[in-house]
C-alpha cells in the first residue's frame, strides 16, 4: 500500500535523478563552449557543411553493427554537406579524454559554422542524426 | 605518451555495470520504501564481494542479467584492483549508512546511501569510477597496497576503450 511518507520519498528520489540528467545536460552544454578550442584537431575546414565527429574503436561491436551503416546511409543522403571525422580512440586516447568521450560510439555534430549542435553517448541512429541535422532534438 | 609496461588483465565492465545497476536499484527501493534492512543488505553483499573479490552481485550478472539479454560481456584491459577497492569503499559508505540509519541518524543514513548511488550511476552511466580515481591517487603518492597505474592513455578511473 502506497502512503504519503513513501509518495513523499519517491518524489525526493525523482528530484534527485533529474537533477542528476540536469548535471548531466550541463555538462553536454559546456562542451559546446569548447569546441572552438577542439576543432584544430579536425584537420582542414568543409565549409557549408557540417561536421560528424565519430569516436569508435576497432572491437565495438554496436559502432560496426548500428553505428558505422547509420553514418554511411547519412553520408549518402547528405552527400558533401555531411564531412564525417572518424576517430580511433583505442589508438588516439589523449583525443577522446580532450572531447570528454567516456564510451564509444560518441558521435558530436558540428554545424557549417564550426558550433557544436548535439553530443550522443552511444549509439546515434541516422534518423536522430537526420532530425539534429535538420534541427529537431 | 609513456613507454612503460602493463600487466593489464581481462576485465568484464558489464559485470561491474550489473553491480552498480543492482546497487542502485535496491538503494532507490531501500529509500523509497524507508527500508534501511535493504541498505544493510548491500552493504553486506559488497563486503562479500570486496572479501571474495568479484562484484557482490556477480550471481545477478550472470544468472539474470546475461540470461534475459540485458547485458552482454564487455571485457575490456584493466586493472581489477581499483573496481575492488571502489567496491569496497562503498561497502564503508553503505555500511557506515546503514548504521546510521539503526541508530536513527537518518539524513546522515540515507546522505551515506544517496552518496553510493550518485557514485554507481556515474560509474554505470557516465564510465567514470570515483573509487578507482582515488585508488590510482593513492598509488601516486605511494601508498603501500596501492601499485597499479591507469591503463596508458586514460585519466585515472576513465573507462578504458581497448577490448580485447
Redesign the interface.
Known sequence: MFNV??LI??A??LA?ILC?IGV?LLYNWTLKFRTGSLLTDLGPKHPGAFTLVYFT?P??VPCKTVQRPAIQSLRQMLGNALHVVEID??ER??L??RWGV???PTTFLIDPRGKLRHVNHGVARAEKLLMQIHGGR | MTTQTQHLQKVDHNALKANQLTIITLNLLAFIFNLPILAAIVAVVMGLGSLLKVPGFLPLYRYFYKPAGLLKPDVLEDNPEPHRFAQFLGFIFMTGGSVSLFLGASALGWGLVWLVIVLAALNAFGGFCVGCAVYYWLARIKVPGFAKTPPIGFFPGMKPKTRV
Open positions: 511518507d513513501v520519498r519517491a525526493i528520489a534527485i542528476s548531466y574503436t572491437t565495438c580512440a583505442a586516447p589523449e577522446a579524454d567516456m564510451s564509444v
